[in-house]
């Protein structure tokens, strides 16, 4: 089954701490994205990624980063420069510029 | 830059009832998104379109480009569909894969 699969479903870390978020697919799609998404708000871009070896800083990438080595993983690192990581991240990948799939997502509780 | 606004953004039903979620966008755009949040979080794309109308099962679609406008319809509602329902649009007149998320609709259908 074709999909994309975040890991893990529920994260605890302690403050200060840096955390990675995992994020693969197997689709085949070119475009990767992480969203963020707070009680009240829409999802807000983080990093994006629309080509392995290449990325883009989002709306709020202070604090983040991420690489893409694979065209199938996408991984986040929540650093202890974010000033307020607790909150729900969603992963997205596209092919092209059609209709982006979403992960499962992460629920990170900083501590 | 685009702005998305929904409306409402709680919304409570009888089973069976018509369902409609409005979507309100300032800048002209290539495609519009509608998307659904279950209440785990996973979220799955519902609709893109760029005019006119779409239908799946019994959701349907409608987008007027002129007016900046698109709704989402839902007949015959059932308690399954309880979900937040998001609407996201590029973020320039642009052809671009960057979105922007409205805040979401949170719809209950009771029995």
């Known amino acids: 089954d074709g999909g994309i699969t975040q890991s893990p479903k529920y994260l605890f870390r302690k403050e200060g701490q840096n955390v990675t978020l995992s994020c693969e697919q197997n689709?085949?799609?070119?475009?990767m994205y992480w969203y963020r998404q707070d009680p009240g708000q829409g999802l807000r871009l983080i990093y994006y990624?629309?080509?392995?070896?290449?990325?883009q800083k989002g709306d709020i990438a202070e604090g983040y980063s991420v690489s893409r080595e694979k065209k199938e993983s996408f991984p986040l690192t929540v650093t202890s420069a974010q000033k307020n990581p607790t909150a729900f991240y969603l992963c997205?990948?596209?092919?092209?510029?059609?209709?982006?799939?979403f992960g499962p997502g992460t629920r990170l509780t900083v501590l | 830059k685009n702005e998305v606004e929904q409306s409402p953004q709680n919304l409570t039903a009888q089973e069976g009832e018509f369902i409609t979620i409005n979507c309100s966008y300032s800048?002209?755009?290539?495609?519009l998104h509608w998307l659904q949040q279950h209440p785990g979080g996973g979220i799955v794309s519902l609709f893109m379109?760029?005019?006119g109308k779409k239908k799946h099962g019994r959701l349907i679609a409608t987008i007027n480009i002129q007016e900046k406008h698109s709704s989402l319809h839902i007949t015959a509602s059932h308690p399954r569909d309880s979900a937040v329902y998001i609407c996201?649009?590029?973020?320039?007149?642009?052809?671009?894969?960057?979105?922007?998320f409205g805040t979401g609709t949170r719809l209950q259908v009771f029995p």
């Open positions: 997205a990948s596209a092919l092209n510029r059609n209709e982006q799939f």
């Open positions: 689709l085949n799609h070119d475009a």
């Open positions: 990624s629309q080509i392995v070896n290449d990325f």
């Open positions: 800048v002209g755009i290539s495609a």
């Open positions: 379109l760029s005019s």
């Open positions: 996201a649009v590029p973020q320039t007149h642009l052809v671009t894969d960057k979105l922007i």
